[in-house]
């Protein structure tokens, strides 16, 4: 077998020699150690624990303490905790390299067979053992039961539609055995949201009607308004929504507060896995509280010091007033780059249900015209100040795929070879107040929709809807509810919606190109595509241009494939059919991202990558390592 992760594992934790660590005990925890309530420290670690080598990454050893204010959205963004604890199975280090974390090692061999070995002696938060059986009760007793997984195990264990061999070796250590090879695993096992194939078996068997007695079972059942045990089983298996405070965690703190709140309460995890060199257990700050605030409040209460860390629901937009509070605020504005592929996109629908429309939406020419119509280097000073960088949708200058020719594909403003353009698909013909009307008389209206969260994007639109004015293009924008623009997409409802542009605008060879190929109903460039993907063909339809069945043949390509080189080359193939066929249109990228953290708090880098993919947003930089100075 060959070990595929100790070199990465080296650079980002190394262990301290046994003689120079002696474990302390937080003393937030001694209470109740000395009340025999929780067991001493050395008890509850495991017994080869993560100890991070913080000198290595220009961090400094803390001290334990605090409580680390910040705001979210919705009560049900709790669920942020788990991606910015970010404690995973295999994880990705500042520099997007993986590393084994919660995993002592993980072996592979020929891309299809891992192997993963567990840290002995670990556990879960309530104390219970974290072992091979936490795994097998997933593959087992949930992924493959028809009547908690009614569809089967997640397409990302279906290698040519066939599933692995799964096999416990001994308490610590489990083997998924695929015929081909599956690139798809380490990276989804990284995520910002994983897949979590192991579950608290201790706790979930009460629940499942395997192992749990009858009586107290249907009892359960009743208590909870359910109509049977496996709707129940599935209400409380919620290891990333975090709002069940009763089912155990392997995160870095632990939500003591019931679903629905409007401030939530985490506390540490007195079993955590990580150490600092000198003993101390990870995380040093005792608690989180997340208190909900309404989207447009949140920049404001930044502003006034209610945060101690605060990233999401700030825009580039807030930069300024945040700035100029943080003297009496009491924190600093830190301003990252923003890791999607582009700051604000839009993405012609190619499924959509008008076919006067989906067929100029699948014209590459009609694209291109759009992109070319737009003045990005207009857009970039009046809204980032010229710090961001006009780009179409391409891999940002981080990742080892980035393209100059990429970022500049048809995003420079050219409006004789738009108008042109225009011209050749059919739209030639002008009512009398000058707009462009389409072959059925129609006119070319093009309806723009998006989620309205962000001034930026609302901006970005007013632009934009000036600039296609001036080649004869009337738009309409309007905000709309996140979940009802995605419903809207997802029906072939909307025209053009709005987002980011790429969550990972820094691949790797080994970053898996969903966003690239027509394989998730989420793409908005062809949400029916997707679908037909993701169902097996029970539902939308299949990939009707040459360009989508070529992405969608490399995508199978990249999911069969064994090598970083033949990963890396899939790649490169897929963004330069991006980048001539513009299947999205950004308008800049690498926008400043301002991130709120308190002047007390410490081991918070200066610079980072502010992305959903591969960074979690801000989890692949630690914050179980933030400590107060006083």
Known sequence: MRPILPALFALCFAVAPASAFTMQET?????????????????????????????ARGRTVGSHGGQIRTLIGRARDVRYAVVYGYARLVGYDENFRLSADLLKAVEVEEGRIFTLRLRKGHKWSDGSPFTAEDFRYWWQDVANHPELSPAGPPELFLVNGVEPVFEVLDETTVRYTWQAPNPRFLPALAA????????????????????????????????????????????????????????????????????????YVLERNPYYHRFDPEGRQLPYVDTIEMTVAAGGLIPAKANRGEVDLQARGLAFGDAPVLKKGEKGGGYVTRLWTNGAASDVALYPNQTVNDPVWRALMRDVRFRRALSLSINRIAINKSLYFGMAKPSAVAALPASPFYDEEHAEAFAKLNRDEARALLDEVGLDKFDSDGWRLLPDGRRAEIVVETAGERQEEMDALELVQEMWKEVGLKM???????????????????????????????????????????????????????????????????????????????????????????????????????????????????????????????????????????????????????????
């Open 27 to 55: 003393p937030s925890l001694a209470p109740l150690v000395a009340e025999g309530a929780l067991p001493p420290v050395a008890e509850r670690a495991p017994e080869e624990p993560l100890i991070v080598d913080l000198a």
């Open 476 to 630: 309409i924008f309007r905000p709309l509810d996140r979940d009802i623009l995605r419903n809207k997409a997802y029906a072939g409802e909307s025209m053009m919606p709005v987002w980011f542009g790429w969550d990972n605008g820094v691949p790797t060879p080994d970053a898996v190109p969903t966003a690239l190929a027509p394989v998730d109903q989420t793409n908005f460039s062809w949400p029916a595509w997707g679908q037909h993907y993701q169902t097996k063909g029970a539902a939308g339809e299949p990939p009707a241009t040459p360009e989508a069945q070529a992405l969608l043949a490399l995508f199978e390509r990249w999911s069969n494939a064994s090598t970083e080189s033949e990963k890396a080359a899939i790649w490169e193939e897929m963004l330069e059919i991006h980048a001539e066929e513009i299947m999205a249109i950004g308008l800049v990228s690498g926008a400043p991202q301002p991130i709120v953290i308190s002047k007390r708090l410490r081991n918070f880098p200066e610079n980072g990558i502010y992305a959903w993919e591969p960074a979690a947003h801000i989890g692949a930089y630690r914050i179980d390592e933030l400590y107060f100075a006083e």
């Open 192 to 263: 910002a949201r994983p897949p979590f194939i192991y579950r608290p078996s201790a706790f979930m068997k009460a629940y499942h009607a395997r192992y749990a007695d009858p009586e107290a079972l249907e009892e359960a059942v009743d208590d909870a308004g359910v109509r049977n045990w496996a709707q129940l089983h599935n209400r409380l298996d919620n290891l990333y929504d975090f709002d069940n405070p009763d089912l155990p965690t392997l995160q870095p703190w632990v939500n003591v507060t019931p679903k629905n709140n409007s401030r």
